[in-house]
């Protein structure tokens, strides 16, 4: 089965082609990130304009790195959800247009499955090894939640964050540090190989799955004015190398509550691995503690399949389609969809 796969639900827009939902024969994602850059966070209304004018070109380059043409296509595939609202609009709205005009099944699909399916996509088929159930960390946009995978379309809601999610937190403090947009990259390539004489507090919210890191969040920022780096930081070596200790202290601490939290539960819930997905899994220090601390196997995508792309939208269709569901072309975009 060869699916078209389209992801527009915030700042890329991204269209990939997939083969049985493991192969990636062409996977195509055009950045906004330098256009956002600029605001220092993603405008929604210029997100969507750029959608507009990308969409069409990356859904042909897909095709065309694929080796493929229309009449091999055998279905396709959208984000509905969650994200925004415009955004999704044109992804979905193509979507339609490209599935009527060629009488092909068309599916919606969400964002936070998607990005679980990107383990499929990783040469280790995770429904056989290390099999099914699986403790799943997505870290993506506004949403960090754990959840329990007992199957194909069977997801559990196990915690979620109360606040800020990791990547919200990870782009507030990159701001406060004047290190730029995206927070999070921008935050690693700080704290790389620094050890830091900073510490800065963790929220573990004992006696729930759930996660807080706004107060981590404010701990940095009123750490960040006693040492006159915020609002208009001094230049100069010695606050350039307190600056790189504060994002080391900071990405510590998410990582930390990220890394023990997964692992709690996974031992909780007696899974047999854990799967990572979202783009704050990106994040080199995450990948290195939960693959070093955990006594199972992880499930960790290339980083090119943790942020947003199509090819998980693909790869997660594929199992819908195989169990005969399709979307009627009244499908609506749904920004505040959730998983489990």
């Given at each position: ?11 890329e ?5 997939v ?16 256009i ?14 750029q ?20 009449s091999d ?35 919606g699909i ?18 056989s ?10 870290a ?6 754990l ?17 800020d ?23 690693q390539?700080?704290a ?8 800065l507090?963790?929220?573990w ?5 759930d ?31 307190l ?16 890394v023990?939290?997964t692992?709690?539960?996974?031992e ?13 899994i ?8 939960i ?50």
């Amino acid at each position: 089965m060869i699916i078209l796969g389209i992801e527009t639900s915030c700042d890329e827009t991204a269209a990939a082609v997939v083969e049985d939902g493991t192969t990636v024969l062409s996977n195509v994602v055009a950045s906004q990130v330098d256009i956002h850059a600029r605001y220092g966070g993603v405008v929604p209304e210029v997100a969507s304009r750029q959608h507009v004018l990308t969409i069409i070109p990356v859904v042909t380059q897909s095709l065309m790195q694929a080796g493929v043409t229309w009449s091999d296509i055998e279905g396709v595939a959208v984000t509905m959800g969650p994200g925004l609202a415009g955004s999704l609009l044109i992804g979905v709205n193509t979507a339609k247009a490209l599935a009527f005009s060629r009488s092909l099944p068309f599916l919606g699909i969400n964002h936070l499955e998607g990005h679980i399916y990107a383990g499929w996509l990783t040469q280790i088929n995770p429904e056989s090894n290390p099999g099914f159930p699986l403790l799943c960390l997505v870290a993506s946009g506004g949403h960090t939640d754990l959840i329990l995978m007992e199957g194909h379309g069977r997801f559990t809601l196990l915690g979620r964050t109360r606040d800020d999610a990791a990547g919200e937190a990870f782009d507030k403090a990159a701001r406060l540090l004047g290190l730029g947009y995206p927070g999070g990259p921008a935050i690693q390539r700080a704290a790389e190989g620094v050890v830091s004489k900073q510490r800065l507090p963790r929220a573990w919210m004992r006696g729930t799955l759930d996660f807080s890191f706004s107060g981590v969040k404010t701990a940095l920022l009123h750490r960040a004015e006693e040492h006159g780096l915020y609002p208009s930081p001094a230049q100069g070596p010695f606050q350039e190398k307190l600056i790189q200790e504060m994002a080391a202290a900071f990405q510590e601490s998410l990582v930390d509550v990220l890394v023990t939290k997964t692992l709690a539960a996974a031992e909780q819930y007696r899974v047999k691995g854990v799967l990572l997905g979202g783009g704050v899994i990106a994040n080199l220090r995450l990948r290195e503690r939960i693959i070093k601390d955990s006594s199972l196997p992880v499930i960790v995508p290339p980083v090119n399949l943790c942020t947003d792309n199509a090819a998980m939208i693909a790869s997660c269709s594929t199992f819908h389609f195989i169990k005969g569901e399709r979307h009627t072309f009244d499908l609506d975009v749904l920004p505040s969809l959730q998983l489990g």
